[in-house]
């Protein structure tokens, strides 16, 4: 029996009130599609540019379960492109501020926040609840962790980036098609600049998270006539409008989809920086305290200068101990300022931990004493 557009109306707002009429009177779509989305889960990972506007149209579309990890917090400068915030939301955690607001947007569906970044280590736990993954980063490292992860886990993976006014977008993983490594067998070697630093334009971010999200839900569907873009890889230039297909043939030779699931070991490589690879960054006394919760902070003078005076709430793991070898206290999911008397000594603390895989770290520029000359004397115990 083919229903007219207002019989499809009227049994849809039975079953599912007035909320996604509007998509089940599409051709093809109808109450089939709409039940398959409440019963699917989408993982988000990265709720910046990508994530924001994936999420919202995700929710809206009644996909039943949506998982949202990032671990930062909202900034100023991330309100221009990142939809779900507002200014009222700055300094405050993006998953949480995100919850509430893809809550309020729709009641009837689940929303699981994970403060966390993804590691190699809770990679495959966190994937496991979902059917689909998107990736919302903007960092390789996440990328081809993700790929991988997905490939070991057999879930498809969305993914999407954006370098200036381009976008791309392609779905790897899905029905045994090819991996991301198929097209990019390593990650790059050299200095590639992210959103934050090559600069974006909001709505071109929207443009490629938009797309994202409809690309999760033709997965869901997973038939004709919503086919996923698996095995193409869409590159689009926003400044001309021109949208090109690559085609992307699995590769019999892929470093990854070549092996069998259960052989691949997840790894987790450093993207290169913009500074000497082995270089710790510093960080002024202003910025530190302008975000002090952000960061673990770590002492790495000897215990007996530490014992004198110190910041309030840090870690005492001297530069001796460190050049040991024994550095376990110092959490690497959490981003970690160093700090000496002078910032010489936490510089050097600082390279051998980027050496051992820490991410993100700091040091602070002129040390306790820079801390005491710029007015932060409250600050030490
Ligand atoms: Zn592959």
Redo the contacts with the bound molecule.
Sequence with gaps: MIFSPKTKNKKAMKEFSNRYVRQIVLPNFGMASQRKLLKSSVLIVGMGGLGCPASLYLAGAGVGKIGIADPEKVEESNLHRQVLFDTNCCGKSKVKEALKRLRALNPDILVEDYCTSVTKENVLSLIEEYDVVIDGTDNFSTKYLL?DAT?KAGKPLVLGSVFAYEGYISV??YSSG??????F?TPPTSYIPNCEEMGVIGAVTGIVGSIQAFEAIKVILNSPPFLPLAGKYLQINTLTMGWHEYKVE??PK?????KKREEVELTEFRAPSCLATSEVREITTKELFKDINKYVLIDVREKEEWQERHLLGALNVPLSQIEGGSFNSIPKERPIVLYCSLGIRSKKAGNILIEKDYREVYSLKGGLSAVMQNGYKDLVR
């Design positions: 790929n490939f790897f993983n090819p991996c991301y490594r198929c097209l067998p699995k590769d892929c470093l990854l989809c070549s």
